[in-house]
């Protein structure tokens, strides 16, 4: 479904991206892992529009999308959910989701409604929280309206940048549970994500990022046994989830 060959990019003089290479297949789980700074971000942001790589080719579902504009890019079928859930505060929950349906291709007022439903199926506290103000919310339930606004456009690859950053291990083992049941449930989804067990528990395949580079990749199980991968990565502390 997506490919990257070789993608270097850069913020000003500071390249935070060297010849990045890696593939999601469709209905995978894929995660991307490694330390801060190290560039998982800045690569979900050059695959979603946000920055624009200094070279390399990026193609989706068989196309070459590379340079295409952010929104392009979400009616060609990517969504993005970024690190900080940014929710739009002064709108209500509803709205919100009404607004991840905005690049779709025109369709019915049906159409949206049955997937405003679907969400709010999928996750009974947006429901019940319908008409208060997002930035009321608590920040798991901010994370729930990010990841359902991100579904309301009905994406073929959805991207999730640290969705379990500063939630309780109980909120974000159940968040990360949901993704999971996304991937069942036929979607494609590239993880960026802080807790790298969490991440591997539930993801087919993941690659290690480091200063900007991919340093090692393979299965989600191989990945789990490496003895590298373990020392920095599988701390003690993330043992309490998903064990």
Aim: hydrophobic share 40%; no cysteine; net charge neutral.
């Amino acid at each position: 479904m997506l490919r990257l060959t070789s993608i270097d990019a850069s913020y000003g003089r500071v390249q935070a991206l060297r010849g990045i290479s890696l593939h999601v297949d469709p209905g995978e789980i894929v995660t991307l892992i490694g330390g801060n700074g190290a560039g998982k971000s800045t690569t979900l942001e050059v695959i979603s529009g946000l920055l624009r790589a200094d070279r390399g080719k990026i193609v989706l579902n068989g196309e070459d999308v590379t340079g295409w504009r952010p929104g392009k890019l979400v009616r060609a079928g990517i969504a993005h959910v970024p690190e900080g859930r940014e929710v739009f505060g002064s709108l209500s929950v509803e709205d919100n989701l009404i607004l991840g349906a905005y690049p779709r291709p025109r369709g019915s007022r049906e159409e949206i409604a049955a997937d405003l439903q679907a969400q709010f199926d999928r996750f009974p506290r947006l429901h019940e929280r319908r008409r208060q103000l997002a930035g009321s919310l608590s920040g798991g339930e901010q994370q729930m309206l990010a990841l359902a606004r991100g579904l309301m456009s009905r994406p073929k690859l959805l991207m999730l940048d640290e969705p379990s950053l500063g939630l309780a291990p109980i909120i974000a083992n159940d968040f990360l549970t949901e993704v999971k049941k996304l991937r069942e449930e036929g979607l494609t989804v590239l993880l960026v994500e802080q807790n790298a067990r969490a991440a591997l528990r539930i993801a087919d395949r993941g690659y290690v990022v480091e200063t900007g580079r991919i340093v090692l990749d393979g299965t989600a199980q191989d990945l789990l046994d490496n003895p590298e991968v373990q020392r920095a990565y599988l701390g003690r502390a993330y043992g309490e989830i998903w064990e």
